[in-house]
């Protein structure tokens, strides 16, 4: 009898083991294939002679998690882009300036500006346009920049490069 409560506990701590292993693998395959990527190579910054810029952030997750954008910092600059009430805004730290940008959306059934936010489904794409005027004493043409996107959610920081170009 001894015998056939042993090979029972064994069999049941076999299979219990089993059963862990396997979730433990499918916990690592999940976290290994959530991968938080933004793809913002097509943004760049006009300047025209009279001060004018022209700033075009184009935002494409390109990963396979939603991504909660929180906001878009120039450090070098004191330019810091960021989301509120359906709005999208871009400050001038340095020049006490701040101007609402005009967003539009692949898909404006699933990317949305919310209260603090921009909420950025994989595959789709955001499109942000901000005329500053008066801040070409902050930026000359050829001036490059790194640009910091900081997530809501993730925790995630990605950068990308913004180039002044003549317009």
Do not use: H
Not at 68 to 79: A, F, L, N, R, T
Not at 110 to 134: D, H, M, N, R
Not at 135 to 152: K, L
Request: charged share 15%; aromatic share 10%; hydrophobic share 45%.
């Amino acid at each position: 009898m001894d015998k056939i409560v042993a090979a029972m506990l064994l069999i049941i701590f076999a299979i219990a083991a089993t059963i862990a292993a396997t979730q433990l693998m499918n916990k690592q395959w999940v976290n290994v294939s959530r991968v938080f990527q933004i793809d913002a190579s097509d943004s760049y910054i006009t300047l025209d002679q009279a001060g004018t810029a022209n700033i075009r952030i184009i935002l494409r997750n390109t990963g396979t998690v939603i991504a909660y954008v929180k906001s878009i910092v120039i450090v070098s600059q004191s330019i810091e882009v960021s989301f509120a009430n359906s709005q999208a805004q871009i400050a001038y730290w340095n020049l006490g300036k701040t101007f609402t940008g005009n967003a539009s959306f692949s898909n404006p059934d699933k990317v949305k500006i919310g209260s603090a936010w921009l909420t950025l489904p994989p595959g789709e794409s955001a499109y942000l346009t901000f005329v500053a005027t008066g801040v070409g004493g902050v930026m000359s043409v050829g001036d490059t920049y790194i640009a910091t996107i900081y997530s809501y959610s993730e925790g995630e920081v990605l950068k990308f490069r913004l180039v002044v170009q003549s317009d």
